[in-house]
């Protein structure tokens, strides 16, 4: 009997402050460069949060980050507080 394995999820590693990175629905994300005493992601007005942690979370001192599952593709805004444009929203493209 052959067994059927779900593929593993990508990790992504996109900077903090890049723009414009992509993933995958279930993707674990681990970003890289983040300031050591952590930073804030939140939620880009009203949006659709693409994340699997509630907005206003403070990275990386946080349980695994990971696309939502169920996201259709599509371009996700949020916001990360350490980056220089403060306020100016990131993106995530969503395959």
Known sequence: MAT??????T???PAICEDGWSANPGDPVAWTGAPANGTTITQYGNNTWP????SG?????VATVEILSNLSP??????????????APKTVDVS
């Open 4 to 9: 059927h394995r779900k593929p593993l999820n």
């Open 57 to 61: 979370f403070t990275y990386p001192n």
């Open 51 to 54: 994340f699997n942690l509630a």
């Open 11 to 13: 990790l992504r590693t």
């Open 74 to 87: 599509g371009t996700y805004y949020y916001v990360v507080a350490s980056c220089p444009q403060a306020g």
